[in-house]
C-alpha cells in the first residue's frame, strides 16, 4: 500500500508538471531583441476581447498596496519600506501573450505560478489624521515601469481600544512603452486593531478592508484599432503590520479575480 501511494505521487506530480509544460508548448511567444526583460509591446493579433480582459486584470496586477494598517501615523512621521506584490495570472492567454514581447521564445513573463512586482514606497504623516504615500518602481532590463500617490484619511481612531478605521484614495500609472497607456485610480476603506507584544517596542496590527478601482487602457499604436477600455472592479483584503522598534514587516492578502500575496520590509522614523 505504501508503495502503491508513493507511485500515485509520483504520477501526480509527473502529471502536472507536464499539464503546465503541455500549457506553455501550444503558445508561440512574440519575440524582441530590443530588451533583456519581458517587455510591453502590442502584437497586431491583440483582440478587443483580449485586450478587454488585458485591462480588468492588469488593474489588480498594479493595483496601488501600501500595506499599511488603518491607525495614523501623526504628523512629521515618516516610513521608507520595499514591498513586493506577487500576482497570479495565467500569461498563455492572449490578453497578456499578445501585450507582452520576450528576450526570446523561452523566455516567459513569469517564472513560476505569480509575477512578482518589486517596488519602493515612502510615506509621511501630514496632519494628526491624514497621510501621504507615494510609490516607484521600474524593471532596468524593460521597458515600463510604474508610479504612483496615495492619501489616507483616519476617520476613526480608539486609542483605549486599540483600534482605527481609515480611508484612502490611491493612483497608480504606467510609464515607458511606447504602445499603451494604463491607469488605475483606487479608494480603500480599512479597518485594523493593534495588539501589544511586549511593552511599546513590539505590536501587530492586523487589518481587513475592500477596495474599489477604474482602470484606463489606451492603446496609442497603429498596429491595432482598439477601443479604450474603461473598466471598475473591486477586491477584498487582509494583513498584518508587524512593529519591532523602528522595523515595520507587512503581509497582505488580496481576495479578487486574481488574486495577489505582497510583503513589506520597511522603517519607520
Known sequence: MKNL?????????????????AQHKHV???????????????DPSLTQEAWKEFAQEA???????????????????????LLQWQTK????KAAWNDTFVHPDSTHWLKDGDRLPIPGITARVGITKRLDAGIYFTKNPGANYGF???????????????????????SFISLYGPEDLK???YGVDVVVSKEFPIYSTWASVSPYIGISSYLLSAREITEKVDLQNELTAD????????????????????????????????????
Not at 9 to 14: K, Q, S, V
Not at 28 to 42: A, G, M, P, V, Y
Not at 89 to 92: G, I, L, Q, R
Request: hydrophobic share 40%; net charge neutral; glycine share 10%.
Open 5 to 21: 501511494k508513493t507511485m500515485l505521487t509520483i504520477l501526480t506530480m509527473y502529471g502536472v508538471s507536464n499539464l503546465s509544460l
Open 28 to 42: 508561440e511567444l512574440h519575440t524582441s531583441d530590443k530588451w533583456s526583460e519581458c517587455s510591453f509591446e502590442i
Open 147 to 169: 508610479y504612483g500617490g496615495q492619501l489616507q484619511y483616519n476617520l476613526v481612531n480608539e486609542e483605549e481600544k486599540n483600534w482605527s478605521a481609515s480611508g484612502r484614495m
Open 182 to 184: 494604463l491607469r488605475v
Open 59 to 81: 488593474g489588480l496586477v498594479v493595483y496601488f498596496r501600501p500595506l499599511k494598517d488603518a491607525r495614523p501615523m501623526g504628523a512629521g512621521h515618516f516610513e521608507v519600506a
Open 234 to 269: 473591486g477586491q477584498g483584503m487582509v494583513g498584518a503590520v508587524i512593529r519591532l522598534a523602528s522595523a515595520r514587516i507587512g503581509v497582505e492578502y488580496n481576495l479578487a479575480r486574481i488574486n495577489t500575496i505582497s510583503f513589506k520590509l520597511g522603517v519607520a522614523f
Open 89 to 92: 495570472f495565467d500569461d498563455t
